[in-house]
Structure formats: C-alpha cells, structure tokens
C-alpha cells in the first residue's frame, strides 16, 4: 500500500502556504508539480557535467551524452516504441505537432486533401493543421462531440474518405477530461490509408500508452505534464514515416555533410534535432519517468479515479454547479461553471484560500463555443492529491456561492 502523505513528501512545492492556507493544487492539468529527484538532476547537471552532447571528445561531455541519450531510451520504454529512433525530442506536444505539420505536411499533404481533427482539440491540434491547409490549399474537417463531450463516432466514419491524409486527435481533452475511443479512431483510419497522430499532452501521465499496442502514427507530449521540466517533449513516430519525410530545421547536429552545394541528412533521430538541445531538462526528464514508473500507472489512475469520481459526486450535489464534460471515459479532469458567477472570480475566490484551479477556455476556444460558454473553471487531480483536498475545493465553491447569495 502507498502512503499519499509520502508521495507528497516528493514533491517540496506542495509544502508551502498560499494567502495564509495551506496550499491545494488542483491545476494539474496545466503543469505538474516536480518531485525531489526531478529537481536533484537539474541541479547535479548544472554542477557536475555541464557540456554538450555528442561532440566532445572529454568526460563531462560523454557523461552528457549518456545522460541524455539515457532519456531517450525511458521514453522508448515508457510509450513502447519498437525503436530507439523513433523518438525525437522537441520543446513540446506543441512543438511536435508542429514538427510533422510541417514535414509530413510539405511531402504528404496535397490540394484538396482533408486532415481530420476533433471538437475537443487544443489550439495547438488546430492552428499548426489551418496554417498548412491554407499553405497547401487542404481542408480542415472536425468530428463534433455531443452533449457529454464525447466525439459522435458515426460523424468520424461520415468524414473519413478517399481524401483524408491525416488524422489528428487528442488522446484525453485537457478542457473536459474526456478519453477518446483512440484505438477506433486509428483503426478506422488505417482502413482508408491515412495517418494518425495523437496528442497525448494529458493522456501521458494517467494512462497505460503503447504506441505499438495503439498502432499511431504519431504521439506527442510534454514532460512538464509529467512532473519533469518545462522545455522538453517527445515525438514519437513510426520508423518508415519519419524516414519518408523531410528534416524540420536546418542545422547542426541534424546533417551528415555539409558543403556550400549540397547538405546531406543525419540518421533518425538526430535528422530531426537541429542545434544544441535542452541538454538538462531532458536528462531531468528520465527521472520523472522514472518516478512514474516507481509507482505505476496503475496505482496513479486508480488514485485519480477515486478523486475524480469524490469530486464529481461532491460538485454535483451543489444545486448551482454544473459540471461541463460528463462522458463515461474521463482523465481526472473536473470542469464546471457556476450559474451567476463568472469563472474568473470563482478562480480569484478559490486563489484567497490557497487553492489553485486554472479558469478561462483552457486554450480549447471552439470548444467552449460549443457549449455555448465563454469558460470553465477547471479542477484537475494528481496522485499527490488528497480527499481532503477535494473537500476544501467543495467548502470554497459553497462559500462563493453563499457570498454571491
Ligand atoms: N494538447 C493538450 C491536450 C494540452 O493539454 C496541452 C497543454 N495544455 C497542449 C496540447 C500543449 O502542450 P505544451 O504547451 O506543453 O506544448
């Protein structure tokens, strides 16, 4: 049996008051907070081997290089890829999905192709896609969800044709928690020769992901989301796609041999790592892995389950609260609004008693729009979160509502 009070323990930030309370940080969703050992490898980085990787002929250099090359090999574990290749880091899920909007895009996407998206995306699952279609003169076409947030199936297959090159879809919504069928989607898709790409922002932290298992194309995601450093992010993609496809930016490390008539490209994964990288956030990156992996993805959903559905029933008990997102299958996401009163201020409200919830459309505007809501206010858990945590977060709704008469 794990100790929550111990997993806490891990992480110093949550030891702190804020406004005079002891804090509650609920804005998991946003970024994770970062464990001790996360912290640790930052630092011993700075103060033991900094030096940058693959070039130096010295010892700090090669304890680098490890180092980070060590990081490379958790992910490829952690998300089951087949080859070491196949993961290329990036600053981001935004900078991944970004990376293959702009080179699978410039090889494979034509006029009058289609790249199917859904209602539930990020702005970072939106904009790189618009901008290439109208670069390529494409269409952009979305899945709309119903009432639950939960995308209509039968309106994906109605989309899907002859057309559709790609499609690209968010694993677990960041606005509404909901887990998209995936393995459905990917296998519909396959059906008719297109590609898949998931974001897996926030499905990375809470789910089992097997890339193999899923069969994507395409899955990206941000370290910070999985309490490593801000910066630092993995593409994963399948060998014979990345292969195919042309280098993102130019410059060292991503060459083989330069001369001022013609440059040939280094090997995967390196084809896609122009210029120095973020050397110590990615070493520090292994370690939140790592910390994943000590406690098992098993322990942390079922932790975050049992927090989710106490809030759930909790918040839906409050007459004025209602909860926006309601589908069956929910990543420990909790987003709400409250008749009369604005998100913003329930955020400022909650913020006075040292509880930090994130308010606003979540970057998930058409989203919003679909709810015919401007935004939520938005609770999301993790595994260093407590009940009694969530009862602070009802006690703080309930005395907003109270004030607000
Ligand atoms: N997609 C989803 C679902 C997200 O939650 C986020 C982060 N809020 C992103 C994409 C973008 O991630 P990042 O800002 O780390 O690049």
Not at 105 to 122: R, T, V, W, Y
Not at 148 to 172: M, P, Q, R, W
Not at 241 to 268: C, D, R, S
Request: charged letters at 20%; proline letters at 3%; aromatic letters at 8%.
């Amino acid at each position: 049996m794990i100790d929550v009070q111990k997993i806490k323990q891990d992480f110093p930030i949550l030891h702190q008051e804020v406004n005079g309370h002891p804090l509650v940080y609920f804005d998991n969703a946003a970024t994770t907070q970062k464990p001790q050992s996360v912290i640790d490898a930052l630092n011993q980085y700075y103060t033991g081997y900094n030096s940058n990787v693959h070039r130096g002929a010295h010892a700090l250099a090669d304890k680098a290089t490890r180092e980070f090359e060590a990081t490379r090999e958790t992910i490829q574990k952690f998300l089951n890829a087949e080859h070491l290749e196949e993961i290329i880091f990036t600053r981001g899920t935004t900078e991944g999905i970004n990376l293959v909007a702009a080179t699978f895009g410039k090889a494979f996407i034509n006029e009058g192709d289609e790249i199917i998206i859904s209602s539930l995306e990020h702005h970072s699952n939106i904009v790189p896609w618009q901008m290439l279609c109208e670069q390529k003169g494409a269409i952009l076409k979305v899945i709309p969800v119903n009432d639950n947030g939960e995308i209509i199936f039968e309106e994906y297959l109605n989309l899907l044709s002859d057309k559709t090159k790609l499609v690209s879809v968010v694993h677990a919504s960041n606005a509404l928690g909901t887990i998209n069928p995936v393995k459905d989607i990917i296998r519909e898709a396959h059906k008719i020769g297109a590609k898949v790409l998931l974001d897996g922002a926030q499905s990375s932290a809470h789910l089992h992901i097997d890339v193999q298992d899923l069969d994507c194309d395409f899955f990206v995601f941000s370290a910070h989301k999985v309490f490593g450093p801000t910066g630092i992010g993995a593409l994963y993609g399948k060998k014979d796609l990345l292969n195919a496809m042309p280098p993102y930016q130019g410059g060292g490390e991503m060459i083989k041999e330069v001369t001022f008539e013609k440059t040939t490209y280094n090997e995967l994964p390196y084809k896609f790592e122009a210029g120095t990288p973020n050397i110590a956030d990615t070493v520090a990156f292994r370690h939140a892995l790592e910390y994943v992996n000590e406690l098992g993805k098993d322990f942390i959903s079922a932790r975050e389950n049992e927090l989710l559905t106490y809030a759930t029933e909790q918040l839906n008990a409050i007459d004025k609260v209602r909860i926006i997102g309601t589908a069956a299958k929910k990543v420990s996401v909790i987003s709400f609004v409250i008749e009369g009163i604005h998100p913003y201020d329930i955020g400022m409200m909650l913020d006075a008693r040292g509880i930090a919830i994130r308010t606003g459309h979540h970057c998930t505007q058409p989203l919003m729009n679909r709810f015919g809501l401007e935004g939520t206010a938005r609770a999301s858990f993790a595994v260093y979160n407590s009940l009694e945590e969530v009862d602070k977060l009802v006690e703080g709704i309930k005395r907003i509502i109270k004030m607000f008469g």
